[in-house]
Structures are given as C-alpha cells and as structure tokens.
C-alpha cells in the first residue's frame, strides 16, 4: 500500500498478530513472506543473541518496523508518526470478583470458535486446559498435545486434562530438526514454543481444522499474586504472613514457608539500593562467544544491565506484578512468532487469555484474592471450578519441558554439527571458535550452555534460506 496521511496501522492492546511496516516503501504486512529476500537487519540479530528485548520496534528486516501491540502508526508524506494507546482500562470491568474473571474468559472463548469443529493446544497446565474445557461445552474439540519422545510423562500431564467426548492427538515434536522443515515464510524462533507450534498447527491443517486455540498469556494476564505477602509484611501482620506462607508451602508452591516468608515477605522490603547491589554480583553479562566490538557498538552491556534493574525490585503489589509481566518486552514477539508460524500451514491461532476484557477482569480482582486458598495464582483456580478438572486446577507445574528442550537438542545433535560446520552465518556477530566450544559443551551435558545451542540451530539456517 502506498503512504498517505491518513493511513494508520493500530495494533489493540495484547493483539497476538504481528504487524509490520516500511514506511520508506508504504509497505503494510502481517505476513512475513511480504519480506522475504530483504536485507536482515544486524542489530535484531545481535538482540536475539544476546538474549535482548527492549527495542519492540525493531524487525528481523532492516527498513521493516515492528508494530508494538497497544501502538498505531501513521503514515504519510513526511514518515511515521506513532503513538501509544492505553495498555488496559480499569474501569472496563468493574467488578473485581473471580466470578466476573470466569465470565470474560468463558465470553473470550467462544468469540473465537469458528462456525464447526475446532483444535485447540493442551500441554495438561491451567491455561491451556480451561481454553479447551470452554471451547468444548460448545464446539467440536480435537485437542492436540507434544508427544516429547523419551518423556513419557508429559502424557500423563496433558491425559488427565482432556475433556470428555474430546478427540485427542499425540504430536511428536523434536527441537532443531523441525525447525529446518518450517515453511519459508516463518520468522526465526525466539523460543523453542515456536518450534512445537509449528508442528501442531501442521497437525491441525492436516485434520482440516484451521483455528487452533491455545493458553498462552495466561500467566501473563493472571500472575502468581506473590507481592501480596509483600504487602503483609509491610503492614506488620505477621501472623496473617506465616498463616499464608505455610498454606503456599503444603500447597507445594514456593518450597518451605520460612523460604517463602523470606524471599516475597522480608526481601522486597529491603531498600531498593542494597537489593540492587546484590543482584549487581549475579547481573547477567554479554556471551563470552559474542564479538567485542559488537558489544561495544550495540551497547549490548549496558542494555543488560538496565534489563537486568527493571527486574530486580519486586513488585509492591499483584495489580504491579500484573502491569509488568503484561509490559514485559519479551512477551509480545513470542506470541506474534507463535501466530506467524501457525499462519505459514493456514492455520489462525486465538488466544483467549490475550483479551481485553480478560485482561481488564484479571487487574481487577481484589489483592487478597490472588493467593485464594493459599494457593499461587489462587483466583484463576477458583473461577475454574467446575469447569477444568480438580487434579489439573491444583496441578503446581509441569515438570518435563526445561528437560525435553536440552535432551532433545542433544538429539538433533547432526543437525546442530552441521550448522556449526557452517558459522560463517554468524561470523560477523560470533567469534566462532568460542562458540563452538560452548556448544560442545552443551552436548556434553552443560545444560547452562543451552542459548548457545539454540541460536546456533535456529538462527544459523534461517539467515541460510
């Protein structure tokens, strides 16, 4: 499309579909294929290796900028101007009740059935699980979980959540090795999720069903309501404190209650400069493997760092810890990534949770409910009941994924040799020596090791198509 000055891109608050524009070409696209064969842009690959997300504008496509979700531009004759929209509206819903959280997801769901039979992701944790109960009291599901081969345990996670009459499909997903089959139209992974992703929605193309609804944001949209303990001990009520510490900890939430007390209770309300002094020795630095001049020259250091002190202040509230995981940068570019892979197979991903009547309930629910029944994340458990299954609802985690990743990396070991074989990819932004030997590291069993292997096996073949 051509520039004028009343063309405006506006992106909703939490929108999951990705959208980019050129304003020096007036081009407007939600398909990346729309840039395939342009110049990648060098300072999104320095981000993506070193682990960075505080440029939300920035592309993999230099002269390509990323649409932030709750942001619109304009183009016209003189370049882009963008503005920022709210993030959320407390008064949208103003009943701030677990009753009225229920009511939006369920209303949240059901906008986003198709006319007929419908996928949806179920990995057997909460959010994942109420999406597919909801969608199933008024649809045809087919539910579709990973099949991680040598964990046999994550069907026993996704088992108990499927709901009944449901139809249920075992994908078997591998790590690296499907990332080279993905279709040409797919952005780089900024997560191992897009890889699963990618082989789900195939799964659902396959069948014929071409929406697949999915859980993610939800513990986004709905956090673990741990500064309210925060807000205990600020207010000296010491036995309400140890009464909720010991219900979390014979819950299975957050190890024993002194820990508990000690790290979301006492630790926050230590002052901000000595907190910030003590994280300093554990703040995360540039990977020894990138080049020195391009730390230099991206300021990659000092990014981390300021990274690294927006998250060393725990929040003082859960509607604080509610308003930051939703600004978290990282966030917004996994989801799109999720939506654009699945889009390359024709298949439309809708996210519940990522709704903004969903978002606007969950902000409003009181503080003292957030750990209801001394439970983490206890109001969302509560206005599930009835509707997702008691083993699901109190489930605490799901233990095989972190596993999974490393030992099925480790599995596409041919697959990662040959993209080491071949750094000259990287070359510009790597010393590939260094990365090498962190990579070999890695598949010696150094799980810490693990970025290294992933933007070796991901990036490498993706700047190679």
């Known amino acids: 499309m051509g520039p004028t000055s009343t063309d405006t ?36 690959i320095v981000d993506a290796l070193a682990g960075l997300h505080d440029a939300p504008r920035r592309s993999w496509w230099a002269g390509v900028a990323r649409v932030p979700p709750g942001w619109s531009v304009t183009l016209g004759p003189d370049g882009a101007r963008w503005s920022e929209v709210a993030s959320h509206d407390p008064e949208v819903h103003p009943a ?19 006319d007929g039979p419908v996928a949806s992701l179920l990995s057997g944790g909460l959010d994942s699980a109420a999406v597919t109960h909801l969608a199933a009291r008024r649809a045809p599901v087919t539910a579709l979980s990973a099949r991680f081969e040598g964990f046999p345990e994550a069907d026993e996670d996704a088992a108990p959540a499927l709901p009944a009459g ?19 139209s797919a952005t780089p992974p900024g997560s191992i999720n897009l890889v699963l992703h990618a082989a789900l929605a195939r799964s659902a193309a396959d069948a014929g069903l071409h929406v697949l609804l999915g859980g993610s944001g939800g513990d986004y949209v709905v956090g673990h309501g741990w500064p309210m303990l925060t807000g205990l001990a600020r207010r000296g009520d010491v036995r309400a404190l140890l ?18 007390v000690r790290v979301w209770g006492v630790r926050p309300l230590v002052p901000g400069w000595a907190r910030r002094a003590r994280r300093g020795r554990d703040v995360r630095h540039a990977p020894g493997w990138l080049r020195p001049e391009v730390v230099a020259a991206h300021d990659v250091e000092a990014r981390l760092a300021r990274a690294w002190a927006a998250w060393a202040d725990a929040p003082p509230t859960a509607v604080a810890e509610h308003d930051r995981l939703l600004a978290d940068p990282g966030h917004a570019p996994i989801v799109e990534g999720l939506t654009a892979v699945c889009a390359a197979y024709g298949v439309s991903l809708r996210l519940p949770w990522l709704d903004g009547e969903v978002v606007a309930a969950a902000r409003a629910i009181p503080e003292h409910a957030r750990l209801l029944g001394g439970h983490a ?19 605490t985690g799901k233990a095989v994924f972190g596993r999974w990743s490393c030992a099925t990396m480790r599995r596409d070991r041919p697959h990662l040799e040959r993209a080491l074989a071949d750094l000259d990819a990287l070359a510009a932004w790597v010393d590939p020596d260094a990365l090498r030997l962190e990579v070999r590291a890695f598949l010696t069993g150094d799980d810490d090791r693990w970025r290294a292997a992933w933007v070796v096996g991901s990036l490498v073949p993706w700047l190679r198509r």
């Open 9 to 44: 891109v506006l992106r909703a608050p939490f929108a999951s579909d990705p959208v980019w524009v050129a304003p020096g070409r007036g081009v407007v696209s939600r398909d990346p294929a729309a840039f395939a064969g342009w110049p990648v842009d060098p300072a999104r």
């Open 96 to 114: 701030a009740s677990v009753d009225a959280l229920r009511s939006a997801l369920a209303r949240s769901v059901a906008r986003r059935l198709p």
């Open 166 to 184: 449901a139809a249920w499909r075992q994908v078997p997903c591998g790590a690296l090795r499907q990332w080279t089959d993905l279709p040409p």
């Open 243 to 260: 009464t909720l510490a010991r219900g979390l900890a014979r819950n299975g939430h957050g190890g024993d209650a002194a820990s508990i």
């Open 377 to 395: 994340r206890g109001a969302v458990r509560e206005a599930l009941a009835g509707i997702v299954p008691d083993p699901v609802r109190y489930r």
